[in-house]
């Protein structure tokens, strides 16, 4: 049973436009959720986080919203640099990880 | 800053060979995991690590996996008898807090990762 599901694989989105990269859950128990950026030969680097009693929590470009009557979330990256291109993990406070989304942004 | 580091950063072996990977966490972290990434698969958790034992571990850590904190920085995986399926990526992460329970975002801490080739 894989508890927290990212269904887009890949995300191709332009320079200075919005990136929006989804999450679903499935256990109505966590209590946090982290989003990890991974770039090739490093490991996963923490981005920003979300308790589950708010919303949104934003820093700088990065939006992360909370939906828990559907059990989803999503982080927004705006304006996209091409420095954003990478893997992004959903995670939950379990340590739960998402299958990753790889984000590229064209120039 | 502070990082986790992890050694080696490649090895490769022959299937049935013990293998070691060493890690070092951040000096005051108290919890400690190791995570792998199978090529083009999701990062899977393996086990968890506080107090010298440990604390959660997965389907995938069998008999064939052990953590130890031998001393008072590092922090290993052995994999004794290695099968083709354990070529992967391997890393290692660190917290202060712990992952279950908590009522904080337990941020992890990640080192670079060992990929581990099993021939």
């Known amino acids: 049973d894989q508890q927290v599901k990212q269904n887009s694989p890949s995300l191709s989105v332009q320079e200075g436009r919005i990136s929006i990269l989804n999450c679903d859950y499935t256990?109505?128990?966590?209590?946090?959720f982290l989003w990890y950026k991974k770039y090739p030969a490093e490991g996963p680097t923490f981005l920003i986080s979300?308790?589950?009693?708010?919303d949104k929590n934003e820093d700088g470009r990065f939006t992360v919203f909370l939906n828990k009557s559907a059990k989803h979330l999503s982080l927004h990256i705006v304006p996209s640099q091409p420095g954003d291109s990478a893997v992004y993990f959903c995670a939950a406070s379990a340590g739960t990880f998402g299958d990753g989304t790889t984000l590229t942004v064209k120039p | 800053e502070p990082e986790v580091t992890q050694t080696p950063s490649h090895q490769v072996t022959q299937m049935g060979q013990e293998v070691i990977l060493r890690c070092v966490p951040i000096s005051n972290h108290l919890y400690f995991y190791w995570y792998r990434q199978i090529l083009g698969q999701k990062v899977e958790f393996l086990v968890s690590f506080y107090n010298n034992e440990i604390s959660e571990k997965s389907e995938i850590f069998d008999d064939q996996f052990s953590v130890e904190r031998p001393d008072g920085s590092n922090f290993t995986l052995k994999i004794r008898s290695t099968k083709l399926e354990d070529s992967a990526m391997y890393f290692c992460?660190?917290?202060?807090?712990?992952?279950?329970?908590?009522?904080?975002?337990?941020?992890?801490?990640f080192g670079a990762g060992s990929r581990l080739t099993v021939l």
């Open positions: 979300i308790s589950s009693i708010k």
């Open positions: 992460a660190s917290s202060e807090t712990d992952l279950a329970g908590s009522s904080g975002a337990n941020v992890l801490t």
């Open positions: 256990n109505s128990m966590f209590d946090y």
